[in-house]
């Protein structure tokens, strides 16, 4: 059974950064994609970043390029999320996600999601 569990959420002051990671167990993932999504009171569920676990390529929203990075640990099962010069406007649950459809597709959709985390909330204060 897949099991994804999201930590490193919390209170940043705008500017500041943080570092979320993923740990994902129960399964192999070496044909995965895998994905950060966020999702803000009242909106819908927006894509972030997803990653090739077996070739590490990496793809991102147009409007977080430059400022979030991603990356995973493919010994230790963890995938990360480095958010730097936050802004009021990342406030979110951001929730990490793995995909089994295809190989490495980097898909930005969540109905291509298999699993799902629990969520962290991230708060961005002005």
């Known amino acids: 059974q897949v099991q994804l569990v999201e930590s490193g959420g919390g209170l940043v002051q705008a500017g500041g950064s943080l570092r979320l990671s993923c740990a994902a167990s129960g399964r192999t993932f070496s044909s995965y994609t895998m994905g950060w999504f966020r999702q803000a009171p009242g909106k819908e569920r927006e894509f972030v970043a997803s990653?090739?676990?077996?070739?590490?390529?990496?793809y991102y929203a147009d409007s977080l390029k430059g400022r979030f990075g991603i990356s995973r640990d493919s010994a230790e099962n963890i995938m990360y999320l480095q958010m730097n010069n936050l802004k009021p406007e990342d406030t979110a649950v951001y929730y990490c996600?793995?995909?089994?459809?295809?190989?490495?597709?980097?898909?930005?959709?969540?109905?291509?999601?298999?699993?799902w985390g629990q969520g962290t909330q991230v708060t961005v204060s002005s």
């Open positions: 996600a793995a995909s089994s459809d295809g190989w490495n597709l980097l898909w930005t959709i969540p109905t291509k999601y298999d699993y």
């Open positions: 990653i090739g676990w077996s070739i590490g390529s990496t």
